[in-house]
């Protein structure tokens, strides 16, 4: 509110305000001294006429003289501001009474004066002794009083209040003159001020609207006149920069203009430069899009005979150089694949899918599939999926299991030894979407600062001399971050030099309609299950897989105790039905193995085992019924539940084979126009048991259509004439026309860069493979549009006992040549060197043995086990993994297993010196 008020009212406001409370204050207080004053002098003018009127009185109300009495009280009304007059006798009766009746009660008996005031009036009472018959009283006298009677008097306060308010309105009246006059000087004061202001504010205004020339005159003040100088100078310096603003701006405009010309030629070159680039980048794509297929479809010729000359009869080294073609094509394809990618993302031309997917199975596929280049460093892979994470979701699988792909094959590269660990795990779940977290943990060299900073650039690795090694384009991580970006998650790294990595993607997805028939669980549920594995971490994940499956699950340290457990729980209301084993050759050799498999059988207890894609040929002969007992680390857990389920509740015969749905062989079109693609399609397919017709042409394919019965045909995209997508369309249309059920049409594509399958989908195809095709990918596609198997399982073997020591083979040439990845060469050598170094063996072992020297001897044995791994002498191998396990467990048996050992090695070298 002050700050509202001008200068004028500030000023009259702190003049009138100090003079205003002063003189109230002063006045208020001088009005209540006064008024104060007045009532006392009444009181005391009281006090001395009613002791007046006693000793007049004293006489009368002796003799109770009423008429005295009277005319004393009429006499006393003649006093100013006395109202009434009684006299009472000694017992309060009244004598006579003067005025009007008493306005305030009667005070209390006291020995002296005693009163009592009210609004109105004061009243007094005063006892009447004998003493006031005499002029003066003794103190005997005062003991001997006696009393006459009372007197009472009232005073009104009506003259003491008037002279009050007189005196009150006279001080109000000085007070406001004073105010007055107060008032008059601050105004004019104050208008000496606003005036000079008033000339000041109105200079301003007309130097605020650009009249700088205005200038202020005297002011009739000191300070006014310095702050009019003060103004002026300040006109005068906006006049003067005004002036060379307006010189400054003609000039700048006149630049301006000048550059604007300059930049509208800019603009026409640059239009000209963005048509010249958009025209590049759409040649740019063709290029890609034309040299993908160019590049793929000589690769799929190449990929598709190498692996027909590899089924024919070739020599050791022959496979050899077909093997090495093989791995050269796949990788020169894999880099053409990591290019194209990069282009597509480079281009904004990639476009992802939002289809439901199992996370679960994406997850474990894609270390199925990476795990034979783990195994072979003798690596273990470990998927560990936690059971609060929804599996039903929505996206782009296959560019998921891309990036994953890319992130645990890093793993395996950079990974010397240990474990190598994929982790989902939910961070945030509403009711529609899951927060993921999937992180890919290893144990390999670790990444530095420097590294971490240029990881996920561009053809860049973490070391060039481990990139020469491990090979690659540096372009893996980079098109794995783009595609968790463009999804909409985030993509990171932390490492340890020398301990490990660990790449984590956060990544948010809908969730998909809960798949109620992913895993049943009937007949599993509440089967009790027996576990073998050493390893820690691979256990877990292996109990959580079964207890998933609706299995009860007990885990075992090794194979003695999970073979006493079965056998002392074989008569047991619920007995261990089922025995999963984690094993490798070196930790359970597969002749062993045969036999502890068909002890568990005899116990009523099937057996599944997990071993090392690397070792699947070993143990593959050694088991009963490899096709359900046999499967590979990591376990898949959708694999893991059927092969159970079918142990359990087989659905046919031992022995049978597994016939396809339908018995006829499927009848398959497959149109090409490159005549080695043809060729090698057709060979595949003929290899499979399909019966197929080849045509090289799209009109060609709609005459067989037109003319024939097909149960699905392969059509490649891009041909002369009439390519893929108008053959499929005009397939479509005749089939409408006839009122024909739809043939499957399949598309070979080899485009990398557009969005391809849309396009196809739209064309009227139902699927599409993407070349370089395999066997396995035909299978699948004919099975799942058609119904139709094209390949037969072979017959299972019965279960028969393990071979006993005695019957296994001494020297077995072809487990040596397979061992030495089909080399004979290599074969010969690895065998001369057992052979050259078995004698100094044998009498270590002996030595070791004579002197009870445990340690020395569990050395030797385990060298010399190590060295039959290589060499195709499964008997001395058996008798070293028997011998070293009992040694180590100081069994009393290691004894006899020496002994077994020393025959193994004599009738190996007596085999072999009859062979030569």
Request: charged residues 20%.
């Amino acid at each position: 509110m002050f700050k509202d008020l001008g200068i004028k009212g500030r000023v009259l406001l702190l003049t009138l305000l100090p003079t205003s409370l002063l003189a109230l204050v002063l006045g208020g207080y001088f009005t209540w001294v006064q008024l104060s004053g007045l009532q006392a002098q009444l009181l005391q003018r009281g006090e001395m006429l009613i002791e007046h009127l006693a000793p007049l009185a004293a006489p009368a109300l002796q003799q109770q003289d009423k008429v005295l009495l009277e005319r004393i009280a009429r006499q006393s009304l003649e006093h100013p501001d006395v109202r009434s007059v009684s006299f009472l006798a000694a017992e309060r009766a009244p004598l006579a009474h003067a005025g009007p009746s008493m306005l305030n009660p009667a005070p209390s008996d006291q020995p002296g004066i005693s009163l009592l005031s009210g609004q109105d009036a004061t009243r007094f009472l005063l006892p009447v002794y004998d003493q006031h018959l005499l002029a003066t009283r003794s103190a005997d006298s005062e003991r001997s009083a006696q009393l006459l009677g009372w007197v009472e008097l009232e005073l009104s306060h009506q003259g003491t209040l008037l002279i009050g308010y007189r005196s009150l309105f006279a001080s109000l009246l000085l007070i406001a003159g004073g105010l007055a006059v107060t008032a008059l000087l601050a105004l004019r004061m104050g208008r000496s001020i606003n005036e000079p202001l008033r000339a000041i504010k109105a200079g301003v205004a007309q130097l605020k609207d650009g009249h700088l020339e205005t200038r202020l005159p005297p002011l009739g003040s000191h300070e006014m006149d310095e702050l009019a100088a003060g103004i002026n100078r300040m006109a005068e310096a906006l006049q003067n920069a005004q002036e060379e603003l307006q010189h400054s701006i003609e000039q700048a405009t006149e630049d301006v203009r000048q550059n604007l010309e300059t930049i509208e030629i800019q603009n026409i070159e640059l239009d000209f430069a963005r048509k010249e680039a958009l025209e590049a980048s759409r040649i740019k794509s063709e290029f890609l899009a034309n040299m993908s297929h160019e590049i793929r479809t000589p690769l799929n010729g190449i990929l598709g005979f190498t692996n027909l000359l590899q089924k024919s009869e070739l020599s050791p080294r022959q496979q050899d150089y077909l093997a090495t073609i093989e791995k050269s094509a796949d990788s020169l394809l894999g880099i053409i694949n990591e290019v194209l990618d990069f282009s597509k993302i480079e281009a904004g031309q990639l476009v992802l899918e939002s289809i439901p997917f199992n996370l679960r199975d994406l997850l474990q596929d894609t270390l199925t599939i990476l795990a034979p280049a783990a195994h072979e460093k003798q690596l273990e892979l470990i998927s560990l999926i936690y059971r609060d994470t929804p599996l039903a979701l929505r996206g782009d699988p296959l560019r998921l299991k891309q990036v994953l792909t890319n992130l645990v094959s890093n793993a395996i590269k950079f990974t010397r030894e240990g474990t190598i660990v994929m982790r989902a795990m939910v961070e945030d779940e509403s009711v529609d979407s899951a927060q993921l977290r999937i992180s890919v943990m290893d144990t390999g060299i670790g990444l530095s600062d420097e590294d971490l900073r240029a990881l996920f650039q561009a053809f860049s690795q973490a070391d060039n001399s481990l990139s020469r090694q491990a090979g690659g384009t540096g372009l893996g991580l980079v098109i794995s971050k783009r595609l968790i970006e463009q999804m909409g998650g985030e993509i990171g790294v932390d490492s340890t030099p020398g301990e490990g990595s660990e790449f984590w993607i956060s990544l948010s997805l809908p969730k998909a309609r809960d798949d109620a028939d992913d895993l049943p669980r009937t007949p599993l549920q509440g089967r009790r299950v027996a576990v073998l594995e050493s390893h820690e971490l691979a256990r877990q994940a292996l109990t959580h897989q079964l207890e998933d499956c609706g299995l009860e699950v007990e885990s075992f340290a090794g194979l003695q105790p999970l073979l006493e457990a079965v056998s002392q729980q074989h008569q047991h209301e619920r007995p261990l039905s089922l025995a999963v084993l984690g094993i490798t050759a070196e930790q359970l050799p597969p002749e062993a193995l045969a036999q502890h498999i068909w002890d568990l059988d005899r116990l009523g207890c099937k057996t599944l085992v997990l071993c090392p894609t690397t070792e699947l040929g070993l143990f593959h002969e050694s088991l009963p019924d490899a096709y359900t007992q046999l499967q590979a680390k990591p376990p898949c857990t959708r694999k893991l539940h059927k092969a159970l389920v079918e142990m359990l509740c087989p659905q046919r015969g031992p022995g049978e084979p597994s016939a396809p749905v339908n018995g006829r062989r499927p009848q398959i079109l497959c149109v090409d126009d490159n005549p080695a693609n043809l060729l090698l399609v057709q060979t595949l397919l003929d290899d499979l048991g399909a019966q197929v017709t080849a045509v090289d042409s799209g009109f060609a394919a709609i005459e067989a259509v037109q003319h024939g019965s097909f149960d699905l045909v392969f059509m490649d995209v891009q041909m002369p004439g009439m390519d893929g997508r108008q053959a499929t369309e005009a397939i479509r249309q005749w089939e409408g026309e006839q009122g024909r059920s739809a043939t499957p049409i399949i598309a070979l594509t080899a485009h990398a860069l557009a969005n391809e399958k849309r396009t196809l989908l739209q064309s009227g195809m139902d699927d599409y493979l993407t070349k370089p095709i395999n066997e396995r990918q035909l299978c699948q596609v004919i099975l799942k549009w058609t119904g139709l198997s094209l390949r037969n399982q072979p017959a299972h073997k019965p279960v028969s006992p393990a071979p006993a020591p005695s019957q296994i083979k001494v020297l077995d040439a072809e487990e040596g040549l397979r061992l030495a990845a089909g080399k004979a060469d290599l074969a010969a050598d690895m065998l001369s060197m057992l052979l050259a170094g078995l004698p100094g063996d044998r009498q270590a072992i002996r030595q070791a043995r004579d002197a009870g020297e445990r340690t020395a001897l569990i050395e030797r044995v385990h060298r010399l086990h190590g060295a039959t791994r290589y060499c195709g002498v499964p008997q001395l191998r058996a008798a070293c993994q028997r011998s070293e396990t009992l040694l180590k467990q100081d069994d009393p048996e290691a004894q006899r297993a020496l002994d077994e050992l020393d025959a193994a090695i004599a009738r190996l070298t007596e085999a072999t010196a009859q062979s030569a």
